[in-house]
């Protein structure tokens, strides 16, 4: 498809670098756009029962599994409430994440609204995502916690680390980090309001159809 494709459009850096050293005689064609983004949910001032939020459909490559075996093994007092929100249809990964399960670890193996998903999120602290950091290259979920006005830890790589310059998008090398950034306060609801709104100017589903346009004017 890259062969035989004019241009290549990619949502991150990491997808042009991927382009670049994998199949570098294609590279030209690449541009980035980043994954465009609906209207924003309003901020609700909700108190933070939850530590992490991790929503969206549990698949292996997700590495959630490895994350809460890495909860199992710090100390007492990091003690974190963890809520999983999504289906798992791999029978053999819903037993191994279920085994996980206690007072802190809640999971609900099921499909909900993203309407839904954003009320579970004004009660988090975060909203984290676990992938395998060489399996990241955008995510549309990464966009959908933005809308919700959520604080969110990724891996430092792929859209994550394009938009780690938000103050309300941090990343981590390994589970580790993600003790210290839990250590994080919060942005202000000042400047979170003012970050998202002109996010969302600059990267609405109007201004992605205006740089597509301007990428198929240039062939």
């Given at each position: 498809?890259?062969?035989?494709?004019?241009?290549?459009?990619?949502?991150?850096?990491?997808?042009?670098?991927?382009?670049?050293?994998?199949?570098?005689?294609?590279?030209?064609?690449?541009?980035?756009?980043?994954?465009?983004?609906?209207?924003?949910?309003?901020?609700?001032?909700?108190?933070?029962?939850i530590d992490f939020l991790i929503w969206g459909s549990v698949h292996r490559y997700k590495g959630i599994d490895k994350f809460l075996n890495f909860l199992a093994t710090i100390s007492e007092e990091h003690r974190f409430k963890v809520r999983i929100v999504g289906k798992c249809f791999d029978k053999t990964y819903l037993k191994e994440i279920t085994s996980y399960v206690n007072e802190d670890i809640m999971f609900t193996n099921e499909i909900l609204e993203l309407e839904e998903i954003y009320r579970i999120a004004q009660e988090a602290k975060f909203i984290l995502f676990t992938y395998n950091s060489d399996t990241v290259i955008s995510s549309g979920s990464l966009i959908d916690s933005i809308r919700m006005g959520s604080t969110i830890l990724g891996p430092n790589h792929g859209a994550f680390k394009d938009l780690s310059n938000l103050s309300f998008v941090k990343t981590y090398e390994n589970f580790g980090d993600i003790v210290e950034c839990s250590r994080f306060t919060g942005t202000t609801a000042d400047q979170l309001r003012s970050e998202r709104d002109v996010f969302f100017k600059e990267n609405n589903w109007e201004r992605f159809i205006d740089k597509v346009d301007r990428v198929l004017a240039d062939l």
């Open positions: 498809m890259m062969r035989r494709s004019d241009k290549i459009i990619t949502h991150s850096e990491s997808g042009k670098s991927f382009v670049e050293e994998t199949y570098p005689e294609q590279a030209a064609k690449v541009v980035v756009i980043l994954h465009p983004i609906s209207e924003l949910f309003p901020i609700i001032d909700a108190e933070k029962t």
